[in-house]
């Protein structure tokens, strides 16, 4: 209610400091002029009930884009293959897409500097590998459990 008498008492002002009426005595006019400088400096608090709605409405489309999260660019995703466990390969892959996370497969079966490299970042953990940013977060096994305790996402997409 009290809103709805602040909306009478603003478009009231600004009809009175719109108006032509009495602008005919010099004090008037002066008057109104510098009451309409001063609502223009202030941001026009006093304006019609049109102008008053149309910024309302502006403003809810603001507060619903405000309540989306913004996007996240991902961080790179490779899984390192070499070249013998097809099937843990494609349920790491259908794990990654299904929750919509790109990613790269990289085959290091001719590539003996690479395939060093992911065994000594990952020790202990079998091929395929995947790797976030750069980090091992493990084989299939450690990507399930990360993907179930909601930490997946966190390692891909960053902090929440």
């Known amino acids: 209610m009290s809103n709805e008498v602040t909306d009478k008492v603003r478009s009231l002002v600004f009809s009175a400091i719109s108006s032509q009426r009495g602008n005919q005595l010099k004090p008037v006019r002066i008057l109104r002029e510098v009451a309409a400088t001063a609502n223009d400096l202030f941001g026009r608090p006093f304006c019609s009930d049109a102008e ?12 619903a884009a405000e309540t ?24 790491m892959e259908d794990l990654l897409t299904g929750r919509a996370i790109a990613y790269r497969v990289l085959d290091v079966t001719d590539d003996e500097a690479t395939h060093s490299w992911v065994t000594t970042k990952a020790p202990g953990i079998e091929f395929p590998v995947c790797f976030v940013a750069g980090e091992s977060i493990g084989g299939l096994g450690q990507v399930l459990d990360l993907d179930v ?3 997946l996402a966190r390692h891909v997409f960053g902090a929440k």
């Open 68 to 91: 989306r999260p913004p996007a996240r660019e991902a961080a790179p995703v490779i899984i390192y293959f070499d070249g013998k466990d097809h099937r843990t390969l494609k349920k």
């Open 149 to 151: 305790n909601g930490e």
């Open 52 to 63: 008053l709605s149309e910024r309302r409405a502006v403003l809810s489309a603001d507060s």
